[in-house]
């Protein structure tokens, strides 16, 4: 609301000399970033002494506090800048009225910037710890954690010298014990409080080895908070590991009945003619440049080869994270050897997808049984005549946590009869040719049918031949 450049002067380049230790030096300039294709972010690289601000179309952007001559760099997001922006800078002069200031844009590539780096951490805890601080939650080490008795509780994190950042990700190490219900977090210039993501719920940190929480923001804060409201479990609540991001919002290019996606996405397609299952489609970040990602591992053949059968199935589990199927994959293959007679060697997961739409995780899990062509039918059966018992199979062999069922048909896929296919084609193809034949023949009599004669007419009284012909 403070900026005005309007009284601006207009500066020239080159050497100034001494300069007024009351005043301040402004710049200003335009930028036009041009092509913008393959980049997703603008690094901005100030060199100064004194005390910087730097505007962009108006909102501050950056805050420099430098008592002697410092590199400050910082990456900005694509989005914050127009056809034609305005770049202005205010440089408050150092007490020696000699000032150093350059400052440089450049386009970027899609990456991550840590932005939680040498800054300052606070919190509203009645009876701080002094071993475990606010500060070691965002620290590098992995050992360092802040640990709290007080619910609920906030944690600001400042960056150093009043600047300011864009943070649009944040990630969180899992912790054992007590975990989060309901938090906030909120981004914070002045006197203004500005909410960028809430949580509430009971799934939060109980999987994995780190949370990441991506969220849209495209507006530099002087600092983070994290409101934490609600706990579960008994005890301290700790946490560490924390790291505040930006992330360019990488996307990839509208399609045929696909809209822009964000890089990460996964579409799931019917696999092409000769093939079945799904395959997957995936927006991929790669050099930089996000672009869409057929991977049609997952298409196998629709027809076996002579003497095997496929059997085509898939369940769902309850309760089953995408990321944990690893963990229950080998126990669960043990069930299926002891309740269904097929080989180790004859069971392949084709694909398992997230198939989760609110907060209880659900996943489905995809296999196909290449067995001998004489007993395929007898296998599907087994599935079916099992699929009443299969949740209690999965309850007491693999996790009593998780609600299991078999998903859709069980599909056979027989060989193709190749000497049938053949007797078929010929038994076609004399009935094509007999059928030709005939039309032909039919054609022919019909000619004949409708051809006409000329013959000479009869006196019936003379008994001479007349003169006159007639049509027969």
Same mark, same amino acid.
């Given at each position: 609301?403070?900026?005005?450049?309007?009284?601006?002067?207009?500066?020239?380049?080159?050497?100034?000399?001494?300069?007024?230790?009351?005043?301040?030096?402004?710049?200003?300039?335009?930028?036009?970033?041009?092509?913008?294709?393959?980049?997703?972010?603008?690094?901005?690289?100030?060199?100064?002494?004194?005390?910087?601000?730097?505007? =962009?179309?108006?909102?501050?952007?950056?805050?420099?506090?430098?008592?002697?001559?410092?590199?400050?760099?910082?990456?900005?997001?694509?989005?914050?800048?127009?056809?034609?922006?305005?770049?202005?800078?205010?440089?408050?002069?150092?007490?020696?009225?000699?000032?150093?200031?350059?400052?440089?844009?450049?386009?970027?590539?899609?990456?991550?910037?840590?932005?939680?780096?040498?800054?300052?951490?606070?919190?509203?805890?009645? &009876?701080? @710890?002094?071993?475990? &601080?606010?500060?070691?939650?965002?620290?590098?080490?992995?050992?360092?954690?802040?640990?709290?008795?007080?619910?609920?509780?906030?944690?600001?994190?400042?960056?150093?010298?009043?600047?300011?950042? #864009?943070?649009?990700?944040?990630?969180? *190490?899992? %912790?054992?014990?007590?975990?989060?219900?309901?938090?906030?977090?909120?981004?914070?210039?002045?006197?203004?409080?500005?909410? =960028?993501?809430?949580?509430?719920?009971?799934?939060?940190?109980?999987?994995?080895?780190?949370?990441?929480?991506?969220?849209?923001?495209?507006?530099?804060?002087?600092?983070?908070?994290?409101?934490?409201?609600?706990?579960?479990?008994?005890?301290?609540?700790?946490?560490?590991?924390?790291?505040?991001?930006?992330?360019?919002?990488?996307?990839?290019?509208?399609?045929?009945?696909?809209?822009?996606?964000?890089?990460?996405?996964?579409?799931?397609?019917?696999?092409?003619?000769?093939?079945?299952?799904?395959?997957?489609?995936?927006?991929?970040?790669?050099?930089?440049? $996000?672009?869409?990602?057929?991977?049609?591992?997952?298409?196998?053949?629709?027809?076996?080869?002579?003497?095997?059968?496929?059997?085509?199935?898939?369940?769902?589990?309850?309760?089953?994270?995408?990321?944990?199927?690893?963990?229950?994959?080998?126990?669960?293959?043990?069930?299926?050897? *002891?309740?269904?007679?097929?080989?180790?060697?004859?069971?392949?997961?084709?694909?398992?997808?997230? *198939?989760?739409?609110?907060?209880?995780?659900?996943?489905?899990?995809?296999?196909?049984?290449? $067995?001998?062509? *004489?007993?395929?039918?007898?296998?599907?059966?087994?599935?079916? =005549?099992?699929?009443?018992?299969?949740?209690?199979?999965?309850?007491?062999?693999?996790?009593?946590?998780?609600?299991?069922?078999?998903? /859709?048909?069980?599909?056979?896929?027989?060989? #193709?009869?190749?000497? %049938?296919?053949?007797?078929?084609?010929?038994?076609? =193809?004399?009935?094509?040719?007999?059928?030709? /034949?005939?039309?032909?023949?039919?054609?022919?009599?019909?000619?004949?049918? /409708?051809? &006409?004669?000329?013959?000479?007419?009869?006196? @019936?009284?003379?008994?001479?031949?007349?003169?006159?012909?007639?049509?027969?």
């Amino acid at each position: 609301p403070s900026f005005n450049d309007a009284a601006w002067a207009e500066g020239v380049q080159g050497q100034w000399g001494a300069f007024p230790a009351e005043h301040s030096a402004f710049f200003r300039t335009r930028v036009a970033l041009g092509a913008t294709a393959g980049y997703e972010g603008v690094s901005l690289t100030a060199v100064v002494n004194g005390l910087c601000d730097v505007y =962009l179309d108006g909102a501050l952007v950056a805050h420099i506090n430098a008592t002697t001559t410092l590199t400050h760099r910082k990456v900005l997001p694509l989005a914050l800048f127009g056809k034609q922006s305005v770049l202005a800078v205010q440089v408050a002069s150092p007490t020696n009225a000699t000032i150093v200031f350059d400052l440089s844009l450049d386009l970027v590539a899609s990456m991550c910037l840590l932005q939680s780096v040498d800054g300052t951490a606070t919190s509203d805890d009645p &009876k701080p @710890s002094h071993i475990n &601080k606010p500060i070691d939650a965002f620290s590098l080490y992995r050992s360092t954690t802040w640990k709290t008795e007080a619910f609920p509780v906030t944690l600001d994190y400042r960056f150093a010298n009043d600047d300011l950042a #864009v943070v649009n990700r944040v990630t969180m *190490r899992n %912790m054992e014990g007590v975990v989060l219900r309901k938090f906030h977090i909120q981004g914070l210039v002045g006197d203004e409080v500005v909410d =960028l993501f809430s949580y509430e719920g009971d799934r939060f940190m109980t999987y994995g080895k780190e949370q990441i929480l991506s969220f849209e923001n495209a507006r530099a804060f002087s600092a983070y908070r994290f409101v934490f409201q609600e706990k579960r479990g008994e005890g301290a609540f700790e946490i560490g590991g924390i790291r505040l991001l930006y992330c360019p919002p990488a996307t990839c290019p509208k399609k045929w009945g696909i809209p822009l996606s964000p890089a990460g996405t996964a579409l799931f397609r019917n696999c092409p003619m000769g093939s079945t299952g799904v395959y997957a489609r995936r927006c991929e970040d790669a050099d930089g440049f $996000v672009k869409w990602v057929d991977d049609k591992s997952t298409c196998l053949a629709s027809l076996p080869q002579q003497g095997m059968s496929f059997v085509d199935w898939s369940f769902r589990m309850t309760r089953l994270y995408y990321t944990d199927w690893p963990d229950v994959k080998e126990k669960f293959i043990a069930m299926l050897l *002891r309740h269904i007679t097929v080989f180790r060697e004859q069971i392949a997961v084709v694909l398992v997808r997230d *198939r989760t739409e609110d907060e209880v995780p659900v996943t489905q899990v995809y296999l196909r049984f290449a $067995v001998n062509s *004489r007993i395929g039918d007898y296998i599907q059966y087994s599935l079916d =005549l099992y699929r009443d018992d299969f949740d209690t199979w999965v309850k007491s062999e693999v996790g009593d946590s998780y609600e299991s069922s078999i998903v /859709g048909d069980v599909k056979l896929r027989n060989p #193709v009869n190749y000497t %049938m296919i053949g007797v078929c084609a010929l038994v076609a =193809l004399v009935v094509i040719i007999l059928a030709i /034949g005939w039309y032909r023949a039919h054609l022919s009599v019909k000619e004949m049918k /409708g051809k &006409k004669t000329l013959k000479r007419v009869e006196n @019936s009284e003379t008994g001479v031949g007349s003169t006159l012909l007639a049509v027969e």
